[in-house]
């Protein structure tokens, strides 16, 4: 099946700071990538869809100037966690898609811990 | 609000027997179900789906049933093996959406 990885696999940074997560598609081209969030005991939740060369479309309740989202290229998505604070803590996990219906393959996540 | 919500955070099977996961939903508009199995430290791994034109769907041990008066699947798993466990994710979409609604998991065990 396709592979997605993420970088870093987790992240403990200081409240203030920001933090940048990255997203790749190893063997095909992402045309769509979701950004999902997964606090403890909770479902995934999705924050953010990205379109290949255009603007990510942000849930409702998700801050787009604080999560900062690019992807600039097939292959690659970014999100980056803008002064960070504690109750940034999560564990962030993406997925890739060929297009738009495709099937959904889901990175391994990346686990971020805020001081 | 949850809107996919699997109640039993947790579930021990033996090997060999059937596991049944559930999964209730309260937006009558969702249209389309999958289940993914996730291990630990990898991301969630597409298993089964269906349509809610149907009410049943198979794919050699696992078979999803919709019933959609009582706005509820379920995921057998039979038999039930050890490489089998793991954490189990319900997802609906609708109207052909790419957003998937996630419930909470349910954490399945195989005991040998």
């Known amino acids: 099946g396709a592979v997605v990885s993420q970088h870093p696999s987790w992240v403990i940074c200081k409240s203030g700071t920001s933090v940048k997560i990255e997203c790749r598609s190893l063997?095909?081209?992402?045309?769509?990538m979701f950004w999902y969030r997964q606090f403890p005991k909770q479902s995934l939740m999705l924050m953010a869809t990205s379109n290949e060369g255009s603007k990510a479309t942000y849930e409702q309740g998700v801050e787009k100037d604080k999560f900062l989202i690019n992807h600039a290229s097939l292959t690659l998505s970014t999100l980056t966690v803008t002064s960070a604070h504690p109750e940034d803590s999560s564990f962030y996990i993406c997925?890739?898609?060929?297009?738009?219906?495709?099937?959904?393959?889901f990175g391994p996540g990346t686990r971020l811990t805020v001081l | 609000d949850q809107q996919v919500k699997q109640n039993s955070p947790s579930l021990s099977v033996q090997e060999g027997r059937i596991s049944i996961l559930n999964c209730d939903y309260t937006?009558?508009?969702?249209?389309?179900f999958l289940w993914y199995k996730k291990y630990p430290a990898e991301g969630p791994t597409f298993l089964i789906s269906?349509?809610?034109?149907?009410d049943k769907n198979e794919d050699g041990r696992f078979t999803v049933f919709l019933n959609k008066s009582a706005k509820h699947l379920s995921l057998h798993i039979v038999p039930s093996q050890p490489g089998d466990s793991a954490v189990y994710f319900c997802a609906a979409s609708q109207g052909g959406s790419e957003k998937l609604v996630f419930g909470k998991g349910t954490k399945l065990t195989v005991n040998p």
């Open positions: 063997d095909f081209q992402a045309t769509t």
């Open positions: 997925s890739a898609s060929e297009g738009p219906h495709n099937e959904q393959f």
């Open positions: 937006n009558s508009m969702f249209d389309y």
């Open positions: 269906i349509s809610s034109i149907k």
